[in-house]
């Protein structure tokens, strides 16, 4: 066949076929073949493993998509690359592959039958007690999840867990560091504290006018007034480039039936998780939890265990080793015990099915989207338009006037969008206004800054008219602001100086008492708290000396003091009363010696996996990752 082309190639219908061939691939399908290629070479490679660029990106969405709902919007895509979230969902990627990796060098695996088993017994996938192939293949559906890949996760999820459960179970402190541990921090000591308040300490000397103006000079810094702007702006904001680009409701509504199968929301479930550090706890828990008791009720009568309510949440909000159980369960339906650092009991008191956005719903994201797929030949336009006109000598005011575009002039500027009074410019800043405030601090004075777009957002051009440079303001008109400041450090660090002399002198608890009575400040005894306390969030603040003294203060010998800076603006003297007994419950004890098993168990787990990075050869493509992070 090859052998017919090359001695017909010359001929004029050969090279016609040929030419036709080359464009319908053009047209049907190089384009996705060549998209297919790229988007399925691996990013990371572990033995015969690997994560492509489209599995890695849809991680990635995953994983935005998850924090974006946690914090409600409030971060953006850009500080979510700042934060690094790219190289923890890799480094968890690469995590499963090199134990995935490991467990088939070692030959381990789940046999069907086991595995049958496990599925089998989930409730969701049963009706009156018994497993029903319908619901199972319902659930998956609802999930937009293949039977494989269920069967997959499933088989991987028993595994490793299997595993590392088999490493860490051993990884226990010897008692006498576990009892030694557990003494050090429930045995509580009894303190006395000295509080302190420097706005109520007296100054020996009042100022002198030469003092007032050398502190003034000293600490310039802290009177600097900010650089200030005068802008003029132009902003094509969406409601702007719908009317400019003719853009109506009718387009919307048309945009939005044709993409309708594509906007919907993900399932999202209410979900109460109850977790015991005890198994014993756990399991009466999940026999009252059985029988209708409320978790908070449970809770009261099993105590120590740590009731969590999330709210509504989609499945990638879910901890990965609880997901797949949780969200196969029926609305009112517990979990068994889950173990993992604890025992834990999810139930599900609500579920939000699957659904179609309506239309008011994803009104202003199409609307946004029109905008941005049409604005582009009407950008140039006004781009050019206003170019040429600058170029001829008009202002920007100008321009804008004759092109019928709003102009807006904005006078006293800062950096941090507040005008010269303090009080914000924008109200509730959008990423275009953001985007404004720091493009007027990167033009020059008498010049603008050309077309800026904000996709999703609109555009904009401003020209700065006016820089007033950042100077500290003269003596004279801040003379009383000085003043006050000066009596302020003067009244702080003489109550320092009353403080370390305080804690000095004290050589009892008589003497601090009265040393207390002598310079007129407040005592209070017997504060009993352990290491234990400190971290408790029940405990009143006036309970408990300053974060910056905890540890030392655990190291005071009886009757003896140290001082230090508190948060209420003045200074503390702690002093240790007595060495008390341990008041802490056999149930806190055995908590903490669990929390610390736990905190073992995970970091040999931690420690398993890393050092199975070591013997098995993780590949990363570190260019085909920055251009896929660009």
Known sequence: MLQVFRDHAHKW??????????????????????????AHRPVVKVGKHSISQEELSHHLQKENARIHDMTKGKITAQQLKS??????????????????????????????????????????????????????????????????????????????????????????????????LVEALTHERIFTLVEIDATKVSIEHPATAEQIESFYEQFKTRYMLPELRNITLIVLDNAAMRALLGITDEQIRKSYDDQKENLKYPERRNIKRLTYAQEDKAKKALEMAKKGTAFSKILKEIPGGELEEPGLIVKEQMPEFAADAVFALESGKTTKIIQMAGFHIFQVTKIEKPRTATFEEAKHEIEALLIQEQKSGKLDEIRSQIDDAIAAGQTLSDVGSKMKLTVQTIEALNAQGNNAEGKPVFTKPTALQVAIVEKAFTVEQGLDSGFVDVPGHGAFILSVNKVSPAHAPAFADISKKVHHDWEAEQKLEAASKLATTIASEAK???????LANKHGVTLSSNHAVSRMDLGKSDRKSSDIFPASLAEKAFMLAPETAIAGRNDKGGFTVVMLQKIGSSKATKEEKQNLVNGLNNMIQEDVSAATINALKEQHAVE?????????ME
């Open 13 to 38: 219908f050969v090279k016609v076929l040929l030419w036709l061939i080359v464009l319908s691939f053009g047209l049907w399908g190089i384009g996705d073949v060549v998209y297919k290629f790229f």
């Open 508 to 514: 009892s608890l008589t003497a601090l008492t009265s």
């Open 620 to 628: 990363i493509n570190q260019e085909m990752l920055t251009q896929m």
């Open 83 to 180: 934060l690094g979230i790219h190289t923890s969902v890799i480094n968890r990627l690469v995590s499963q592959l090199v134990l995935t990796d490991e467990l088939e060098r070692m030959g381990l695996g789940v046999s069907d039958d086991v595995l049958k088993d496990q599925i089998h017994s989930i409730p969701a996938f049963q009706t009156d007690g018994k497993f029903d192939g319908n619901k199972f293949v319902s659930v998956l559906h609802q999930q937009s999840m293949s039977e494989r890949t269920f069967l997959k996760e499933a088989r991987y999820s028993m595994l490793s867990q299997q595993f590392l459960s088999s490493v860490a179970l051993g990884a226990n402190l010897p008692e006498f560091y576990k009892n030694a």
